[in-house]
């Protein structure tokens, strides 16, 4: 398992003995000024994608980077004096020089903002003095602490800017946070003239004639960062550049002599000031450790257990031995908790290569009510992948691993031995993404069952828009830092490319780890899930038991013809064809429709179209801008068609032959339960979920997916309108449900209820569609006139009437959003959880789209949960009757099944009654559920 984000400087490793400092200590004392607004950044960026934050919602992922930044400053150098620096909110003399300056600097990120003051907080909870004068930046604010005190003291100046190098000198080094783990990496003159080929005293210059695009200072035209070190390096400085010209290239004396009005100008502006008059004496700055009455209260508040449990290592004495760290933690959200330690460590792992050693696990095995296990594989295709081993875990820090590879146990005779029990349905398994082990060991003919707990599945139940891979789960919750799958497979300076090739104990511990982290995360998540037994019942019901259902599905697959899906492609070949003809006439020369630039040529300079937006590399003529201009010009609707038709080619038409799987004749496609934030399954090699229904292209697709025996027969199984009848019990409006139980055509409905009218015409119907299917999305007026190609009054007025025809559903929808402000997330009618902290952004247009996400979530999550909850109660029943039917697919709210002509009515009647009553039991009481089957030689004749 790949763990894609290094924890690095801002999540060190807790060390067992206080760290000794620099390898040459300086004779006189440190004084340390830190860059604070770029290491803030840097912090951000470097644990975006953990996601931390308090269980109020509150982000802290910066603010734990800094806090660590400042620890391991502390810990590895022992600085004598320290300050950290930050920009004023005023504008600088910069900006009265040229008004331009910085402009193009985005805002920073609204969750990045939101914990400036936290992080300014934390400065002072840590007794550090903070340098800040209005009207000045911290590059400033540190070259005059520098020209101040540097005499006195050697100074370490800890930043990722560049800029500061023109301070380097003698005495006076940077420290950047390096991409090695837990370092900085000393700058001194000898390094800042190998990485940019100038010395420090000649930064400037270089500066000068380069710019700087973050400050949105301009350089000369042409002349990057080697051409400008190469001049410097011949002539010395900038003015001997300009009194030598005449012996520079024209294209460079061009560049130069055009630059030359605004040189003085650009070089006040990257000159750092170190002339500003700070009432600063050194005695200020000296360190000291935190006093723990105002530490740990903030620690506390913002949950950031690791900082606090690696205090006492920093700041021997610092907390009273009645109240150790962790206790000041105690039941607090882990979310906050990054990596501490090694799994290794204090763990007892061990390997297995004999057959006694073999029985003498299975009999332990045998005795357990759950264990944990995980496998070890030369492949993530489950249908290619071997065993490289097996590990089991019986309690925490304590775990075992099976070896198969090279000189390792028989394969066959092992799990023939370890079948009883892995298949044994007392026996509850527990894993991290047990699908993978599932489908694995089907392949060894092992039905492992039952999933008895599943932590990646855990911790999506727990909060869907996390980061569920083991290695961060380990991080995040355990303060354990994992050995990654690169890790494992890097070794003596080379890149092994089959796992075989890893030594068997190196493997042997990752295999261990996986088997033991999995079962340590399950008390951790058993625990969360009990703060709400809803989450822990949907994961109980819902979601474990789903992962024996979609392994059977995957494993299964589906029969394709693929004689068929050549006829399609060569009709599809054909209709392109002519459209592309047809295309070329209209724009009256041929040009290459595939190439974003000839298009907008042809559309908005030949054709003479508006413009509508605008890309990095000229004029947008995406999907959205094409559907705007539709209206203007035929060819946009030809452009359409030939685009939607190319995309089905490429992805469906010629693809899916390629994908069958030559040993089992049969598309074996992936199911996901862990990706989207509603709680809906999505598919993947092929994402089966986006065949157009109604094109004549789409409809062929599906004709192409049939029976694996000719002689059976293909049922389909699908929710009628299925998320407005929840939209209709969520919000008890009388109108949706009268229509509902009196069985009407809820669109027919809608449309006599917003037109008024008994009359209704198609158009009618189809405009009443849009809006009952858009209303749950929170569409707006102009959202609708889109669809609808109706002027925005219209739409507006359609909306309107709708809401006041139904007040009920419009009530709910507003409540919901009112609710997920307080609470921090919506719920399903089952209770599965989105957090949606953009309901309370100070930003306009975010808190509207999560509005939006927070209406339809309960409605859409709630779809999610009743076909998730048919697909176990189908599996079980067809099971339970001994049939011979198998589900094969799940696309939205169908489901698809292979039956025999014997089975076929039978499981008609077995599917719909699962289906209803899994809508009852996900919350469906008030409103009735209709379930649409059909069964036919493919899936186009059963849908």
Not at 105 to 110: I, N, Q, T, V, Y
Not at 305 to 310: E, F, G, M
Not at 435 to 458: C, E, H, Q, R, S
């Amino acid at each position: 398992m790949t763990n894609e984000r290094q924890f690095d400087f801002f999540s060190p490793q807790q060390p067992r003995t206080k760290p000794e400092g620099p390898p040459a200590a300086p004779t006189k004392p440190r004084l340390f000024l830190i860059d604070g607004m770029a290491l803030v950044y840097r912090s951000y960026y470097a644990l975006q994608q953990a996601g931390m934050k308090t269980r109020d919602g509150i982000p802290t992922g910066a603010l734990h980077g800094f806090a660590s930044a400042l620890l391991k400053i502390f810990e590895m150098w022992h600085p004598e004096y320290l300050a950290v620096t930050f920009d004023s909110r005023e504008k600088t003399f910069r900006h009265n020089l040229y008004e331009p300056y910085k402009a193009n600097r985005p805002a920073p990120p609204e969750d990045l903002v939101l914990q400036i003051d936290a992080i300014i907080e934390l400065i002072d909870a840590f007794s550090i003095p903070l340098i800040k004068l209005p009207g000045y930046e911290a590059d400033d604010l540190i070259g005059s602490a520098v020209k101040r005190f540097e005499k006195q003291c050697s100074i370490y100046i800890v930043t990722p800017d560049k800029d500061l190098a023109q301070l380097v000198r003698e005495g006076v080094i940077m420290l950047k946070p390096s991409k090695k783990q837990n370092e900085l990496e000393p700058f001194g003159p000898a390094e800042i003239m190998a990485q940019f080929g100038v010395e420090p005293e000649r930064f400037i210059d270089l500066l000068t004639l380069t710019g700087d695009t973050s400050d949105n200072i301009p350089g000369a035209k042409g002349i990057g960062p080697k051409t400008a070190a190469a001049l410097l390096l011949k002539y010395g400085t900038l003015d001997n550049i300009y009194g030598n010209i005449g012996e520079l290239t024209p294209k460079t004396r061009a560049s130069l002599e055009t630059f030359k009005p605004q040189l003085d100008l650009i070089r006040q502006l990257v000159t750092i000031h170190s002339d500003i008059d700070m009432e600063l004496s050194l005695e200020t700055l000296a360190c000291k450790a935190p006093e723990q009455s105002r530490i740990m209260p903030f620690l506390k508040k913002y949950e950031l257990k690791a900082v606090a449990v690696r205090l006492p290592y920093v700041f021997p004495g610092i907390l009273s031995n009645e109240t150790p760290a962790e206790e000041n933690f105690e039941g607090m959200e882990g979310n906050n908790r990054l990596s501490l330690d090694s799994p290794l460590t204090g763990a007892d792992y061990a390997i297995i290569d004999t057959p006694e050693g073999v029985e003498k696990l299975v009999r332990q095995l045998e005795q357990a009510d759950s264990f944990s296990i995980d496998t070890e594989t030369t492949s993530l295709d489950t249908f290619q992948a071997e065993l490289a081993g097996i590990s089991f875990s019986l309690k925490p820090k304590k775990a075992r691993f099976i070896y198969f590879g090279k000189d390792g146990l028989d394969i066959g005779n092992t799990l023939e031995r370890l079948k009883p029990v892995l298949e044994n349905p007392d026996i509850s398994k527990t894993g991290q993404n047990l699908k993978y082990d599932l489908l694995v060991l089907k392949n060894y003919d092992i039905a492992l069952t039952p999933v008895g707990f599943d932590t990646m599945l855990a911790s999506y139940v727990l909060d869907p828009e996390e980061k569920h891979n083991l290695d961060d789960l380990a991080a995040r919750h355990l303060s354990v830092r994992t050995i990654t799958f690169d890790e494992l497979t890097t070794g003596e300076g080379k890149k092994r490319t089959h796992i075989l090739d890893v030594p068997s104990a190196r493997l042997s511990d990752y295999g261990c780890q996986d088997a033991d982290i999995a079962l340590r995360l399950q008390e951790v998540f058993e625990a969360k899930l009990l703060e709400d037994e809803k989450l822990l019942h949907l994961c109980k019901t819902i979601e474990f038991p789903l992962v024996e259902v979609l392994a059977g599905m995957e494993y299964q697959g589906i029969a394709i013809d693929t004689a068929h899906l050549e006829k399609t492609a060569d009709l599809v070949n054909s209709q392109i064809a002519d459209l592309t003809e047809k295309i070329h006439a209209a724009a009256g020369s041929a040009f290459n429709l595939d190439s974003p630039k000839q298009l907008a040529n042809i559309l908005f300079d030949t054709l003479g179209l508006p413009t509508k937006k605008t890309t990095k590399t000229g004029f947008s003529t995406n999907v959205e801008v094409l559907e705007e201009l539709a209206p203007l010009h035929p060819i946009i609707g030809d452009l359409l068609e030939y685009r939607s038709l190319q995309k089905l080619k490429t992805t469906y038409i010629d693809a899916l032959p390629k994908m069958i799987n030559p040993a089992t004749g049969r598309l074996h496609t992936s199911f996901n339960q862990h990706i989207t934030a509603t709680g809906r399954l999505s598919s993947s090699n092929p994402n089966l979920q986006n065949i157009p229904v109604r094109t004549t292209a789409g409809k062929e697709i599906r004709r192409a997916f049939i029976t694996s025996n000719p002689d059976n027969l293909i049922l389909s199984a699908d929710y009628s309108q299925i998320e407005l009848r929840i939209a209709a019990e969520i919000s008890g409006d009388e109108k949706l449900i009268e229509a509902f139980r009196n069985h009407e055509d809820i669109h027919r409905a809608t449309a006599k209820v917003i037109f008024n009218t008994d009359q209704i015409t198609s158009d009618m119907r189809r405009k009443a569609k849009e809006v009952n299917f858009g209303v749950l999305y929170g569409i707006q007026p102009y959202g609708l006139s889109k669809r609808l190609n109706i002027p925005q009054s219209e739409a507006k007025a359609i909306i309107e009437t709708y809401t006041t025809k139904y007040p009920g559903l419009f009530h709910a929808l507003l409540q919901i959003i009112e609710e997920g402000k307080q609470k921090g997330y919506v719920t399903t009618l089952l209770g599965r959880r989105r957090y949606i902290p953009d309901l309370n952004s100070r930003n306009g247009n975010i808190q509207k789209a999560a509005g939006r996400a927070a209406m339809n979530t309960p409605i859409q999550g709630t779809a999610a949960d009743i076909i998730k909850c048919a697909m176990n109660l189908c599996n079980r029943q067809i099971r339970a009757n001994s049939m011979n039917s198998v589900m094969l697919l799940q696309v939205h709210d169908e489901l698809l099944f292979e039956t025999t002509p014997e089975e076929k009515n039978r499981l008609t009647t077995l599917v719909e009654t699962a289906m209803i009553e899994a809508a009852v039991y996900c919350g469906l009481k008030k409103v009735p559920v209709e379930v649409d089957t059909g069964t036919g030689k493919n899936w186009l004749e059963a849908h």
